[in-house]
């Protein structure tokens, strides 16, 4: 998953991704993805991320939501 491409593999993470065509000009119209991440079992984040007329690459665009996702990750994981 977009989302879930730097995440831990033992948090859950339920998402619906979407990716839209490239316009004419070459950009692409839509890279989107949305989902729950379940921290631990008592901490869960709703997460989107929409990107719209973007000019980076499909593999660039799926990174950054990747990176998206991490840094979401990072903020709410439990502190020991």
């Known amino acids: ?3 879930g491409k730097y995440l831990p ?3 859950n993470l339920w998402h619906k991704s979407g990716t839209g065509p490239k ?3 070459g950009v692409v119209m839509a890279v989107n993805d949305v989902g729950v991440m379940e921290i631990d079992e ?3 984040v709703i997460i989107s991320v929409f990107m719209k ?3 980076l690459d ?3 665009a799926e990174d950054l939501i990747g990176k998206i996702g ?3 990750y990072d903020y709410y994981k439990p502190t020991k």
């Open 1 to 3: 998953s977009r989302l």
């Open 9 to 11: 593999e033992n948090v």
């Open 23 to 25: 316009n004419p000009y």
């Open 42 to 44: 008592n901490n869960h």
């Open 53 to 55: 007329n973007i000019s």
């Open 58 to 60: 499909y593999p660039l």
């Open 70 to 72: 991490q840094i979401v």
